[in-house]
């Protein structure tokens, strides 16, 4: 018997086991194993295929039987149901799932499947400067970041070559340039818009935000067996061609090419294993997802990317007589200082001019006006700032009521109103102590893992930070000559932008953060943490990039240490 249990811990044992299979953890997977590392990546969910397994991806409106719309009956079980289409239905996660406490009213967005929410993003990828890696130093609040720029420029760039990333070299210090092909073209409304504010305004620019699609195609792509973006505009249902990042269409697959690497979807991770008398982690527990079984692997090297809320939860939840509170807490911060984007203030307006154009094919993309706010010293009554996205297009209505010839010649010849423009803002929120997770001392979920408690909110800051924003889109748009403009507050409630950061955050001192400057668990050095959970703050661009590139450092540093046998 003794000869058996061996044998079954020698098929359970790796190099290295990540823990999410999403944009993060793809990247953990693909240079772990670039670098002969046998790697288990756990996936909580469903396995997906890239291409055979989006099965809505290409259909025409038509194609569906209620043209998108699900059935109340059809969705009632699901969570965030109200948001919830036949295209991508088959995204949905039940009700009992994962159900948590909403200590005050919060919105969780979660993707459990191989490839996680790299398949559901919006794939803008802007990067960040030393504007945002000082923002903490500068003001106070929160704790210095232990990087700096220059500490992840090689790896922002080594992300977007291999990712694909499209944008134009903006030449601006508050938004490094990216690696880029050809960026989309702006609209000829969002042209006009970017004259105007470079004619009226010193301190902001209209720029085409950069986001990962493939327009230039290179060769590191055609290895991936990817395809140039196809603008079809339906890329959470999951993208044929793969013209979009996604870990799904290329850092698993090109993991997968190395022979090092095994996918064991269905893996409810419930903690990670402490071995008090090697004085570190030794492995992962999971419950099956099928089976409800309990099951343990084993590795040298442990990544932690199951997204922001639930990296926080499995920390919390992997106790030990050296860590009663949760794996790392020695400072009781785990879980606290949790953070996310602002995005409720949105504005629209129109515009009579141009009356002989109109948009042809379709944009992925937007335009974008990176944050201008506090940039380089405190001039506001709130802290940090905002970018804005820009959107704008020329709406088409048709007089359907009949049939015939005159149905026919209103479809191929609708009446066009005026140009319409939109956009929105993405605020950094600054991370206070209060906002926090933890578990719930009794209630579990159906793999008898704890639930998790949030409890966040907004802030005075926050609030602040929209009220410039509703004021300054006013100003911009009627600068422009726009008509019927509108600003307002939506009040959605924390987590809408589906950006949480923070509760495992890095910082130069154990004291009060509990990652160092290579994404390591201060007192647990082979446990590292590289999604959102590790962020210190969270800037105003889309957040997907500096995890990438996060990663992509901390696995080759992960791997140096390992040969060294530092771990």
């Known amino acids: 018997m003794a000869n058996l249990n061996i044998s079954s811990i020698k098929k359970r044992t790796y190099d290295?086991?990540?823990?999410?299979?999403?944009?993060?953890?793809?990247?953990?997977a693909k240079e772990l194993c670039e670098h002969g590392f046998h790697t288990l990546v756990l996936e909580r969910g469903r396995d997906v295929k890239h291409i055979?397994?989006?099965?809505?991806?290409?259909?025409?409106?038509?194609?569906?039987?209620?043209?998108?719309?699900?059935?109340?009956?059809?969705?009632?079980?699901f969570q965030l149901a109200r948001f919830v289409r036949e295209e991508t239905f088959h995204w949905a996660i039940r009700d009992d799932e994962q159900p948590f406490i909403q200590e005050k009213p919060f919105r969780w967005f979660r993707g459990y499947h191989v490839g996680g929410k790299s398949l559901l993003w919006a794939r803008q990828t802007q990067r960040w400067s030393d504007y945002d890696f000082e923002g903490?130093?500068?003001?106070?609040?929160?704790?210095?970041?232990?990087?700096?720029?220059?500490?992840?420029?090689?790896?922002?760039?080594?992300?977007?070559?291999?990712?694909?990333?499209?944008?134009?070299?903006?030449?601006?210090?508050?938004?490094?340039?990216?690696?880029?092909?050809?960026?989309?073209?702006?609209?000829?409304?969002?042209?006009?818009?970017?004259?105007?504010?470079?004619?009226?305004?010193?301190?902001?620019?209209?720029?085409?935000?950069?986001?990962a699609h493939i327009t230039d195609i290179k060769d590191v792509h055609r290895q991936q067996g990817r395809g140039k973006c196809q603008n079809q505009n339906q890329c959470n249902r999951g993208c044929q061609f793969g013209g979009y990042f996604s870990s799904n269409a290329s850092?698993?697959?090109?993991?997968?090419?190395?022979?090092?690497?095994t996918i064991r979807p269905h893996?409810?991770?419930?903690?990670?294993?402490?071995?008090?008398?090697?004085?570190?982690?030794?492995?992962?527990?999971?419950?099956?997802?099928?089976?409800?079984?309990?099951?343990?692997?084993?590795?040298?090297?442990?990544?932690?990317?199951?997204?922001?809320?639930?990296?926080?939860?499995?920390?919390?939840?992997?106790?030990?007589?050296?860590?009663?509170?949760?794996?790392?807490?020695?400072?009781?911060?785990l879980g606290k200082y949790i953070s996310w984007h602002n995005y409720r203030g949105k504005a629209s307006a129109q515009y009579e001019g141009f009356k002989d154009?109109?948009?042809?094919?379709?944009?992925?993309?937007?335009?974008y006006i990176p944050r201008f706010r506090n940039v380089k010293k405190q001039e506001m009554d709130f802290l940090r700032g905002y970018a804005i996205g820009i959107g704008g297009g020329r709406g088409a209505g048709s007089d359907t009521s009949m049939i015939g010839d005159q149905l026919r010649e209103n479809l191929?010849?609708?009446?066009?109103?005026?140009?319409?423009?939109?956009?929105?803002?993405?605020?950094?929120?600054?991370?206070?102590?209060?906002?926090?997770?933890?578990?719930?001392?009794?209630?579990?979920?159906?793999?008898?893992?704890?639930?998790?408690?949030?409890?966040?909110?907004?802030?005075?800051?926050?609030?602040?930070?929209?009220?410039?924003?509703?004021?300054?889109?006013?100003?911009?748009?009627?600068?422009?000559?726009?008509?019927n403009i509108r600003a307002e507050d939506t009040k959605t409630p924390p987590g809408s932008d589906i950006h949480e950061m923070g509760g495992v955050r890095m910082g130069r001192d154990s004291k009060t953060s509990l990652l160092n400057e290579w994404n390591q668990v201060h007192s647990c050095k082979n446990v590292f943490v590289t999604d959102g959970a590790c962020m210190t703050s969270t800037g105003s661009q889309n957040p997907t990039l500096t995890f990438m590139a996060l990663t992509a450092r901390a696995a080759n540093y992960a791997v140096t240490e390992l040969k060294k046998q530092n771990l």
Not at 16 to 28: K, P, R
Not at 67 to 76: A, D, F, W
């Open 16 to 28: 290295a086991i990540v823990i999410g299979s999403g944009a993060s953890g793809g990247w953990a």
């Open 412 to 483: 191929l010849h609708p009446t066009l109103g005026n140009w319409h423009v939109s956009s929105w803002m993405m605020g950094e929120c600054v991370p206070e102590e209060k906002n926090h997770v933890r578990l719930h001392p009794e209630l579990k979920d159906k793999y008898g893992i704890p639930q998790l408690i949030v409890s966040c909110e907004w802030s005075e800051n926050d609030d602040k930070m929209v009220e410039d924003y509703v004021q300054q889109s006013k100003e911009m748009f009627e600068s422009a000559g726009f008509i």
């Open 357 to 367: 154009k109109m948009t042809d094919g379709r944009n992925p993309s937007n335009a």
């Open 136 to 211: 903490p130093l500068r003001d106070g609040f929160a704790v210095d970041w232990p990087i700096r720029y220059s500490d992840l420029e090689p790896w922002y760039s080594h992300v977007e070559k291999f990712s694909g990333i499209a944008g134009n070299k903006d030449g601006l210090p508050e938004l490094p340039d990216s690696e880029c092909g050809p960026g989309f073209e702006l609209s000829c409304i969002e042209q006009y818009f970017k004259e105007t504010i470079e004619k009226n305004y010193h301190d902001r620019h209209v720029i085409q935000a950069r986001c």
């Open 52 to 77: 055979k397994d989006y099965p809505t991806a290409g259909k025409a409106p038509w194609q569906f039987e209620l043209r998108g719309s699900v059935p109340l009956e059809n969705r009632k079980d």
């Open 251 to 261: 850092t698993l697959p090109w993991a997968m090419k190395t022979n090092k690497l």
């Open 267 to 333: 893996a409810v991770v419930h903690s990670v294993i402490y071995d008090d008398k090697k004085s570190k982690a030794v492995g992962v527990r999971i419950i099956d997802g099928l089976t409800l079984e309990m099951m343990e692997f084993y590795a040298k090297i442990i990544f932690v990317n199951a997204s922001t809320l639930n990296s926080n939860m499995i920390l919390l939840n992997s106790i030990s007589q050296r860590y009663p509170t949760g794996l790392g807490n020695d400072n009781g911060l």
